[in-house]
């Protein structure tokens, strides 16, 4: 699984709709991948925040802001896309 993948199973993964196989490999990349792990940490904690709140919903600028920060973090600015 790459920081790319496991991206694409983020939302899922919170939303406890990944299939019980995908959820090992995510956790394997967690374990693997020091920068996502660092991401889901601080995402977790603001889902909580969220919840707490009732408002929890996975925005399209929330998955955008996690996207951008994985993307710096493992691949570093120089490989960014533009939108
Ligand atoms: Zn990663």
Redesign the pocket.
């Known amino acids: 699984?790459?920081?790319t993948d496991?991206?694409a199973r983020l939302t899922d993964y919170f939303d406890g709709t990944v299939p019980s196989g995908l959820v090992a490999e995510v956790q394997k990349?967690?374990s693997?991948?020091?920068?996502?792990?660092v991401?889901l940490d601080s995402t977790t904690k603001t889902i909580n925040i969220y919840r707490n709140q009732e408002m929890y919903d996975f925005t399209p600028e929330l998955e955008e802001r996690l996207h951008s920060a994985?993307m710096t973090?493992?691949y570093g600015a120089e490989k960014q896309t533009a939108k």
Not at 32 to 37: A, M, P, R, S
């Open positions: 699984m790459t920081c496991f991206l990349h967690i693997e991948c020091k920068h996502c792990e991401v994985i973090r493992c």
